[in-house]
């Protein structure tokens, strides 16, 4: 069963930074690209980044290039998204989500707030 | 980027009544390889988006065959044949050919 699970998320005040993990399991992990998509409060789902297999392609939305950094640990099964310079315009639950977006994680809410 | 857009934004049904879902790109979905990477996703209140279709009408496994989707190019529709109390939820359609892929704003589903 693949199965996808989000930690690291929480409050940080704008300006700051904070690392989510996703631990991946149930399917090779190392084969395939995976991807980032966040959801502000009440609001829709936007798609932030995604990482090829190896981890030397990696593409971003505008909004977050130069402060998000996604990479991967194809050893431990595990993808990460290294958030910095953090903007309330951030504030939002970050799914992470397999290459065709067939599987979701349950998200981790990352509230930037002073 | 490519814009997508739905209609309607809400869309009030009967149970047992069809439904139905418009989307559109401002660009053509057809890659350079030949493939259209226009998915639809179903969002249930408190949970993570699900995956329904695939390449515009691939539906995905466990996901009821009153769902399907059609359409080509820049014009998109998923349509449910009779809707049942579960399928209440938001409805995004995703582009995943060009970057950044992009979602639709959501199309909510509530029974009358």
């Known amino acids: 069963e693949v199965r996808l699970v989000e930690s690291g998320g929480g409050l940080v005040q704008p300006g700051g930074s904070l690392r989510l993990s996703c631990a991946a399991s149930?399917?090779?992990?190392?084969?395939?690209?995976m991807n980032w998509v966040r959801q502000a409060p009440g609001k829709g789902l936007e798609w932030v980044a995604n990482i090829n297999p190896n981890g030397s392609e990696k593409y971003y939305v505008d909004s977050v290039k130069g402060r998000f950094t996604t990479s991967r640990d194809n050893a431990q099964n595990s993808l990460f998204l290294q958030m910095t310079s953090l903007r309330t315009e951030d504030t939002a639950v970050y799914y992470c989500?397999?290459?065709?977006?067939?599987?979701w994680g349950q998200g981790a809410l990352v509230t930037v707030s002073s | 980027d490519v814009v997508m857009t739905q209609s309607p934004l809400s869309l009030p049904v009967t149970l047992g009544q069809p439904a139905s879902i418009s989307c559109r790109s401002s660009?053509?979905?057809?890659?350079?390889?030949?493939?259209?990477?226009l998915m639809w996703f179903q969002q249930r209140p408190g949970q993570s988006p699900r995956r329904l279709i695939y390449?515009?009408?691939n539906r995905d496994s466990g996901v009821p065959d009153r769902f399907s989707g059609s359409g080509s190019d820049t014009d998109f529709t998923l349509k449910i044949s009779r809707v049942e109390a579960e399928d209440v939820g938001v409805y995004y359609c995703m582009q995943g050919t060009h970057f950044p892929f992009t979602f639709g704003p959501g199309t909510k589903v509530e029974i009358k």
């Open positions: 989500a397999t290459a065709g977006f067939d599987y």
């Open positions: 390449k515009v009408s």
């Open positions: 149930g399917f090779t992990f190392s084969n395939f690209w």
């Open positions: 660009q053509g979905l057809v890659s350079t390889g030949g493939g259209t990477y």
